[in-house]
């Protein structure tokens, strides 16, 4: 019988060109049989022919395109309806007879074959367009293991059949512009590896594109756990052509998937002696990197691959290879990654600091004392100074990382490195000695921002670019998420870059970055001077460049929340500007708009927002108020913006920025007057603790998971559903405490806001606590943690 006909092939029949018969992963395990000589697990497949068979002969086809017409693969809620009721479907029909003899039968070969009777089985789903260089639909659909017996053979292929309508799989596709009903899908069906250690190996670097090396990573237990990212891995580097082992980083492991004796999976504790071993030997580890070797000289592309111990018999298998679908394309275009340049010298430690934003940097350092000096400071160099405020943040743009005496997480250049993407360390007088007076003046550094260490003298020059980061990050799959994940955002002009990121939309514009790095002047000096069109028209300009770039997704702005003493650093702000003993708990926010010392400055405020949306037609754009400390505040606020032309509506959305407890304390009567609320965490951590989060002294203290903070968290989201407003919350917390994030949403948190280097975190981060959340609702585990949560 021809390949195109057969429902059903062996490992040894299939070659990598039979992708369109039996998917990426059958076709890849028939090559590896057939003509690379590495262990494989021995199987067979189902075809293409038997999957279409399958839904021919039951109707399935018209049945799932009448479900999936109209599906709005971006609507979440109805992606995982639609999806869900498709899987129904094909699990709802019964298998042709004639199909279920032949795997019956299959299987029992495949036992004689071995000498098992009823032996153990891996049952993978591969589909006609996975695998390919320029669409890796790796890991879309689902893999079954230690499956026993005829019956559950055929019970788990339709399992695999169903699994091509997951919600991840059919998201992809329509991203990635396949049609759904074109797609088919192979079951393979291949001898269990019992692995007592599993994981993944590349033929090459996939961050950078180096080549050189082979990386491994490895677990104990079953590979899952490395490719979910339950446990850190121990990480292998092997020298290609020699294999030597060049490095290893072996990690502390606690849990491990194992196999149990009746063939189910199950999560045990790692025994005490084991968790800091070395998952692989050395000849482990060379024997692995020889089969990459081989697999990718075959292929003549760069590989990645799935490998497995068995417990039994201590052997390496190889479980699946497909081709690297980033850097096999890109090399080829591109040439190979240049070799780094590095200056080798003593590591001599100057001083220490809080790694704020991380990587590692050298360069020329150019210490700052006095504002006035900023103009001075050229691109390229390393910034030190005792803090940083808006009216820095073009020198910040123009600099190669930045060191601070003072701050934390949460202070203005920690927040700001982040969205710039630039090594950052705060806090060096709190870990010992300050910055400003340690370091000299013009002498050559090395900063690890990633530890908070700064080195004297040039150890490794800053490695050459990345677009490559870019690149890998557009090949990534993101699985959508019940809880948006937003972005942070101030500089207009990174709209562009960060555009591409899997964000929701952004959930905190802050309009500051306009004022410092357009305008420069104060508003109400521009009134004076006869020039208020300046600042409606270059906020207007500013805000377009961000929801253009956005659109269709949301952008809400957050209107002016400078301190008194920042607009004073605006020129001609000394005139209109007191001086308070305390700006941070002073005129700023919401209490300004309505006084009428200020409200002609709030006025252009609400015309740039209204030229946005109205000459620009970019209805994307939503606001938000921040630091409004009563209920009066608000109303009167909405009023103006009202007036002129901010009416909320079915297409624009008010937010308050939950920032003060008397926010949450009467936010049934807040309600009246907004859409929504995105929590300020820092600054609601520091008036519920009464903790000044920029005081070194009390520092300690400010911790945004104290319960009286995620009391108050939890409130406000209750109190806030009850009238049918959504909550966000626009802080770092929910990407730097996975136990936080995992706090907000099981509270029922709508969105999270986080800087542009933590989204990708974040969304896998929600995902992944979502899909634990809806296990534990199914089997009735955590629902006491659900409902009691520290109450």
């Not at 609507?75 to 004639?98: F, G, H, T, W, Y």
């Not at 299987?107 to 153990?120: I, R």
């Not at 691109?379 to 020198?395: H, K, N, Q, Y």
């Not at 770092?732 to 800087?755: H, R, T, W």
Request: charged share 25%.
């Amino acid at each position: 019988m021809e390949k195109e006909k057969a429902f059903l092939l062996w490992f040894d029949q299939l070659e990598r060109k039979d992708v369109a018969i039996a998917g990426g992963k059958s076709s890849s395990l028939g090559e590896l049989t057939s003509h690379v000589d590495v262990p494989v697990p021995y199987g067979f497949a189902t075809t293409a022919c038997a999957y279409r068979y399958f839904f021919e002969k039951t109707g399935l086809y018209e049945k799932i395109k009448a479900l999936i017409a109209g599906l709005d693969v971006d609507n979440s809620a109805q992606l995982r309806e639609v999806c869900a009721k498709v899987r129904q479907a094909i699990m709802d029909e019964e298998m042709p007879q004639d199909l279920q003899d032949m795997i019956a039968q299959a299987y029992k070969e495949l036992g004689e074959k071995v000498g098992q009777a009823d032996p153990f089985v891996a049952v993978r789903s591969s589909a006609t367009a996975e695998d390919l260089p320029d669409a890796s639909f790796a890991g879309q659909q689902d893999t079954y293991l230690n499956v026993k017996g005829a019956e559950t053979i055929v019970a788990k292929v339709k399992e695999c059949y169903a699994s091509c309508f997951t919600d991840r799989a059919v998201y992809y596709r329509e991203k990635q512009g396949f049609d759904h009903l074109d797609v088919a899908l192979s079951a393979a069906v291949q001898m269990m590896v019992f692995s007592k250690a599993a994981g993944v190996m590349f033929t090459v670097n996939v961050a950078t594109g180096d080549d050189k090396n082979i990386l491994i990573e490895g677990a104990w237990g079953l590979g899952e756990y490395v490719v979910q990212g339950t446990v850190t891995p121990d990480n292998y580097t092997v020298n290609k052509a020699t294999c030597e082992i060049v490095e290893k980083n072996v990690n502390a492991q606690d849990i491990k998937l194992i196999r149990k004796a009746d063939g189910d999976c199950e999560e045990v504790v790692v025994p005490l002696d084991e968790q800091n071993e070395q998952k692989l030997t050395d000849e482990q580890i060379k024997q692995l990197a020889e089969c990459a070797k081989k697999i990718e000289a075959h292929y003549g592309c760069y590989m990645d691959m799935e490998w497995g111990v068995d417990e039994r018999d201590n052997k390496v298998y190889i479980l699946q290879a497909r081709p690297e679908t980033v850097w096999s394309r890109r090399n080829k275009e591109n040439g190979a990654p240049k070799e780094e340049k590095k200056v080798t010298t003593d590591r001599k430690v100057i001083v220490k600091g809080l790694p704020a934003s991380p990587g590692n940097v050298a360069g020329r350092v150019h210490v700052i004392l006095d504002p006035s000096h900023i103009d001075e400071f050229k691109e390229g160099e390393i910034l030190v100074t005792e803090m940083t405020a808006p009216d820095w943040v073009p020198a910040m743009k123009k600099a190669k990382a930045i060191v601070t005496d003072s701050g934390g997480m949460t202070c203005h250049a920690s927040i700001v490195s982040r969205e710039l993407g630039i090594p950052c360390i705060v806090g060096t007088k709190s870990r010992g000695e300050a910055a400003t007076t340690t370091i000299p003046d013009g002498i050559d550094v090395t900063i690890d921002a990633t530890h908070g260490v700064v080195y004297e003298g040039i150890i490794e020059e800053p490695k050459a670019e990345q677009p490559a980061q870019q690149v890998v990050a557009a090949a990534e799959y993101f699985p959508p998420t019940g809880t948006k994940i937003y972005m942070n955002l101030g500089d207009p002009e990174l709209a562009e870059k960060y555009a591409t990121l899997p964000c929701d939309g952004i959930g905190l514009m802050r309009e500051e970055f306009i004022w410092t790095t357009y305008i420069h002047e104060h508003p109400l000096y521009l009134i004076k001077i006869g020039q208020p069109e300046k600042v409606v028209d270059q906020l207007a300009e500013g805000i377009r460049q961000v929801c253009q770039a956005m659109a269709p997704r949301p952008v809400t702005m957050r209107f002016s929340d400078f301190k008194s003493s920042e607009y004073r650093d605006l020129k001609g702000g000394d005139e209109f500007e007191p001086n308070e003993p305390s700006a941070l708990l002073g005129w700023r926010g919401a209490s300004r708009y309505y006084d009428p010392k200020y409200i002609e400055a709030f006025k252009l405020e609400c015309m740039a927002v209204r030229k946005v949306r109205e000459e620009f037609g970019l209805k994307n754009l939503n606001v938000m108020i921040p630091f409004c400390r009563n209920v009066e505040e608000c109303e009167k606020v909405t009023k103006i913006m009202a007036d002129y032309g901010l009416s909320r509506g079915k297409d624009f959305k008010v937010w308050l920025m939950a920032e003060i407890p008397s926010n949450i304390i009467l936010a049934d009567q807040f309600n009246k007057f907004v859409d929504g609320y995105s929590i300020g965490s820092n600054d609601l951590t520091m008036l519920v603790l009464g903790c000044d989060r920029d005081n070194d002294t009390v520092s300690h203290i400010y911790d945004e998971r104290n319960l009286a903070v995620r009391r108050a968290i939890r409130h406000l989201i209750e109190v806030a559903h009850k009238d049918g407003k959504t909550v966000s919350i626009c802080g770092q917390a929910p990407s730097v405490y996975p136990e936080f994030c995992e706090f907000l949403i099981k509270s029922g948190i709508d969105s999270m806001s986080v800087n542009p280097d933590t989204v990708k975190f974040t969304k896998k981060l929600a995902a992944q606590i979502e899909q634990r959340i809806m296990m534990d609702a199914l089997t009735g585990k955590g629902r006491q943690e659900v409902e009691d949560l520290n109450w």
